[in-house]
């Protein structure tokens, strides 16, 4: 398990890196976890995500509107997986949905994930490509090429309003 989470400057973040680590040595897990909690550039992130099988975003709660951690988890191109909750509905078409949000729906959705990845079943492989679209959909050139599109069209409306009067 690679944890690629950066300490928010929050006491609340802190205090659960804490947990976790007390965890992880209680448990005797230190040869299978991997915790990354400092800040690090974009590159250094997407380089310990493109190593994964599986990149888990396993939110619980919380007051965002959208993730914008998903959107950067995809362009890892490794297979991304979401809890159930309204922040993922932007990415819905590219991610794979866990069955709950509690540790246990979360272990067996990761669970049945990492044998459907090991086995390339046929819905890893449509999800794939889902996500590959909505990554193209996505890059700053298309987005960029389709705002450019929209703003010449305001111009266009408003160049005939002022020339109607």
Same mark, same amino acid.
Request: glycine share 6%; with cysteine.
């Given at each position: 398990?690679?944890?690629?989470?950066?300490?928010?400057?929050?006491?609340?973040? /802190?205090?659960? %890196?804490?947990?976790?680590?007390?965890? %992880?040595?209680?448990?005797?897990?230190?040869?299978?976890?991997?915790?990354?909690?400092?800040?690090?550039?974009?590159?250094?992130?997407?380089?310990?995500?493109?190593?994964?099988?599986? %990149?888990?975003?396993?939110?619980?709660?919380?007051?965002?509107?959208?993730?914008? /951690?998903?959107?950067?988890?995809?362009?890892?191109?490794?297979?991304?997986?979401?809890?159930?909750?309204?922040?993922?509905?932007?990415?819905?078409?590219?991610?794979?949905?866990?069955?709950?949000?509690?540790?246990?729906? %979360? /272990?067996?959705?990761?669970?049945?994930?990492?044998?459907?990845?090991?086995?390339?079943?046929?819905?890893?492989?449509?999800?794939?490509?889902?996500?590959?679209?909505?990554?193209?959909?996505?890059?700053?050139?298309?987005?960029?090429?389709?705002?450019?599109?929209?703003?010449?069209?305001?111009?266009?409306?408003?160049?005939?309003?002022?020339?109607?009067?």
């Amino acid at each position: 398990l690679k944890m690629v989470n950066a300490e928010y400057p929050a006491p609340e973040s /802190a205090a659960l %890196i804490k947990v976790a680590n007390e965890k %992880i040595k209680r448990l005797g897990l230190f040869e299978w976890v991997q915790m990354h909690t400092e800040y690090l550039a974009d590159d250094e992130s997407l380089s310990l995500l493109s190593e994964a099988n599986l %990149i888990v975003f396993p939110y619980q709660v919380t007051g965002e509107s959208s993730s914008a /951690a998903a959107r950067g988890g995809l362009t890892s191109e490794r297979p991304v997986a979401v809890t159930p909750l309204p922040i993922f509905d932007d990415v819905a078409p590219a991610v794979f949905t866990l069955p709950g949000h509690t540790p246990e729906q %979360i /272990a067996l959705g990761v669970g049945q994930l990492l044998d459907a990845i090991a086995n390339d079943s046929e819905h890893v492989r449509t999800k794939r490509a889902e996500a590959e679209r909505w990554c193209a959909g996505h890059r700053y050139s298309s987005l960029s090429q389709r705002l450019y599109r929209m703003l010449q069209g305001v111009a266009r409306a408003n160049q005939r309003i002022n020339e109607n009067g």
